[in-house]
């Protein structure tokens, strides 16, 4: 364990799903003291876990996308130094089969919760002069690859990022965002169960032939939260074993070659 978050409270959004509960555990071990948000109430129970294993933990059940929620629970957490903004939903495959009420479901829970959350903090980093905000987003941000409303949201997430970036620089808050590609969360492998080729069927699209794993998401959120990455700000940083670098299948098919 090294000690760059010990003495740190990171507030985690999410904290109850795949990529949520790996970053909890990651920086618990990193010293760090959390502040878990999740809308499911099992964020509770892991909250509870955590600190049976000697973690310094709380959670809280909060809506993301009410901003009246996420004021109320970010008021009872005091000082928050880190925020990870790793909330999100995808609850519509195709722009045919989403309504316009699922439309504003997902960008609400994506891109408005990240606002909300963003907003709830920062009066107490300008006033500390220091903070950290790490966006997650998604390579969905970036190119079309279905799940419209999600990837709108997650594009918003990149814009919003940059803002932060801009304007809260002077107070010394940075404020950074990462774009995962298809991460090895319970919900990938329960699907593997039932189609043991999907995964194959996806590596096929990514250079490293393989998928992301949450721990490496981890690692470069905790870079971009630490003071290693002090001159950093503004930067969308894709996480996606190579997805976003081009076109391997196409680019095997264009020029006959197998790399």
């Keep these: 364990m090294s ?15 795949g990529i949520g509960r790996s970053l909890c555990r990651f920086f618990a071990e990193e010293g760090a003291a959390l502040v878990l948000l999740d ?9 509870e876990e955590l600190k049976e294993k000697g973690y310094a933990a709380r959670g809280a059940v909060a809506d993301i996308g009410a901003p009246a929620a996420v004021a109320e629970a970010f008021a009872g957490f005091g000082e928050i130094h880190i925020l990870i903004n790793n909330a999100g939903i995808s609850s519509h495959p195709t722009f045919a089969a989403t309504d316009p009420g699922g439309w504003q479901d997902d960008v609400n829970s994506n891109l408005n ?26 390579v969905n941000g ?18 919003l990022t940059k803002a932060l970036a801009l304007e809260y620089g002077r107070y010394n ?20 169960r039932k189609d043991p080729q999907v995964l194959r069927t996806l590596e ?14 981890a690692r470069v959120i905790a870079f971009l939260a630490s003071d290693t990455a002090s001159a950093v700000t503004g930067a ?24």
């Design 3 to 17: 000690d760059m978050f010990v003495g740190k409270t990171i507030a985690i959004t999410g904290a109850a799903g």
């Design 39 to 47: 809308r499911s109430v099992a964020v509770l129970d892991f909250a």
């Design 113 to 138: 919760g990240a606002f909300n959350c963003a907003h709830a903090v920062l009066p107490q980093m300008v006033e500390r002069r220091g903070g950290a905000i790490v966006n997650v987003g998604s």
């Design 142 to 159: 970036l190119q079309a690859l279905g799940d419209p409303a999600y990837s709108a949201g997650k594009a918003g997430m990149i814009a």
């Design 173 to 192: 808050i940075r404020a950074n965002i990462v774009l995962p590609g298809t991460v090895r969360t319970p919900i990938w492998d329960e699907r593997a």
């Design 204 to 217: 096929r699209w990514y250079p490293l032939g393989r998928i992301v794993e949450p721990a490496e998401v």
């Design 236 to 259: 969308a940083i894709p996480v996606d074993c190579g997805l976003t670098a081009g076109n391997v299948v196409m680019a095997r098919e264009l020029t006959l070659e197998d790399f």
